[in-house]
Structure formats: C-alpha cells, structure tokens
C-alpha cells in the first residue's frame, strides 16, 4: 500500500501564493505518477497536475497552466505544488493522488490508486 499526506493548505488573498506539499510512503516503489486534483462544493473533482516519477515530466490543467508548477523530490518521496497568482475560483480541497497502474487517461480520478486526505485552500477576494 501507498499512504499520502498533503499540507499546506490555507486562507490566502487572490494575487497571493500557497505551496502544497504532498508526501508518500509505505510501498513507493509502485508510484508511476503523482497527481493533484481539487473539489469545490457541489462540483466534480477535477485533474489540476501531474507529474512522472521518472523523467519528471510534468501536465497542466488549462485552468492553472503559467500559475502552478509542480515539483518532486524523489529522495523525499514528496511532490510539491507551487500555486501563484492564487484566483477565488481556485478555492477546494486539494487531493494529492498516485498512479500505481499507469492511467490511460491522467486527467480521470478513477484512474488514480491511491488517495491523501486533502487540503483546503480558500482564496479571498
């Protein structure tokens, strides 16, 4: 098994900056990938990034692409989300996600093993 934990998480203004972090541990060697999603109240979960173990490639979102930037330290088992120009409609919890069976479609929740607990960010006004 997988165990995440994210952190990071917080009530910051709109323009302003959070980092999200997100560390595995249990049986890492089966992480193909590492994904972040969020949720709004009353909405779907959706795909915000996503990143390759190996080689470190990284996928956007349209909805955050030029703002976030996701980053791993793979002697931490720990990947990081850098959210910038932070937008109120960027208020969710945020879920740190590990692909163990290599997803089809990177985007789709479903396609993800393992879950952390999440962390809300809220953005103000």
């Known amino acids: 098994q997988v165990q995440l934990v994210e952190s990071g998480g917080g009530l910051v203004q709109a323009g302003g900056s959070l980092r999200l972090s997100c560390a595995a541990s249990?049986?890492?060697?089966?992480?193909?990938?590492m994904g972040w999603f969020r949720q709004a109240p009353g909405k779907e979960r959706e795909f915000v990034a996503r990143?390759?173990?190996?080689?470190?490639?990284?996928y956007y979102a349209d909805s955050v692409r030029g703002r976030f930037t996701l980053s791993r330290d793979n002697a931490k088992n720990t990947v990081f989300l850098q959210m910038n120009s932070l937008k109120p409609e960027d208020t969710a919890v945020y879920y740190c996600?590990?692909?163990?069976?290599?997803?089809?479609?990177?985007?789709?929740?479903?396609?993800?093993?393992?879950w952390g607990q999440g962390t809300q960010v809220t953005v103000s006004s």
């Open positions: 996600a590990a692909d163990a069976t290599v997803a089809t479609i990177m985007s789709i929740p479903d396609e993800y093993d393992y």
């Open positions: 990143i390759n173990w190996s080689g470190g490639a990284t």
């Open positions: 249990g049986r890492t060697f089966k992480i193909y990938a």
